[in-house]
C-alpha cells in the first residue's frame, strides 16, 4: 500500500493496468495516493533524477517476483501533478506502460520530451514508456 507520512497508515492505491512476463514476473500499475515507498523527501530517483514530493496522483508501477515475495521495482512516472498508468506490457526482457498526467513525465532520451498541450477536457498528455526488464533464464 502507499503510506500516509504522519500515520504510516495504509493509503490508496488504484490498480488500472495488469501483465506477466514469459517467467511469471507480475507488472502492475495504476494511480496512488500519497505515498508509496521513498516517495517524500528525494528518496526515490527515476533516470538519476530525484522525484519532487508528492503533489496529486501518482501513476505508479510495481513489478513482483513470480511468488509475490519479492518487490522487484515500486516506481512514480509522474513528477507531480496527477497521473495514472493505463496499460502495462512486458516480455523478453523489456517493460512497457501507457499512462496520462496532467503535470510532466518523466522523460529520457524520448522522441518527445514535452507532452501536447491540445483541447483536452482534462488537460492530460498521454504517454508510453519502454525500460529494460529483467531477462529470463536461459
Not at 79 to 105: C, D, I, M, N, W
Request: overall charge neutral; some cysteine.
Amino acid at each position: 500500500l502507499a503510506r500516509l507520512p504522519d500515520t504510516n497508515k495504509g493509503n490508496t492505491l488504484r490498480p488500472r493496468a495488469i501483465a506477466a512476463d514469459e517467467v511469471g514476473r507480475v507488472y502492475v500499475g495504476g494511480v496512488a495516493a500519497c505515498c508509496i515507498a521513498d516517495r517524500q523527501g528525494g528518496g526515490l530517483q527515476l533516470n538519476g533524477q530525484p522525484l519532487p514530493d508528492y503533489a496529486g496522483e501518482d501513476a505508479w508501477v510495481l513489478v513482483t517476483s513470480p511468488d509475490f515475495q519479492q518487490d522487484l521495482l515500486w516506481m512514480v512516472w509522474n513528477r507531480g501533478g496527477k497521473g495514472e498508468v493505463r496499460g502495462l506490457a512486458a516480455a523478453s526482457g523489456t517493460a512497457a506502460l501507457a499512462g496520462r498526467a496532467k503535470g510532466p513525465f518523466h522523460t529520457h532520451q524520448a522522441l518527445q520530451e514535452v507532452g501536447h498541450s491540445g483541447a483536452n477536457a482534462d488537460n492530460s498528455n498521454g504517454y508510453a514508456s519502454v525500460w529494460p526488464g529483467w531477462r529470463p533464464a536461459p
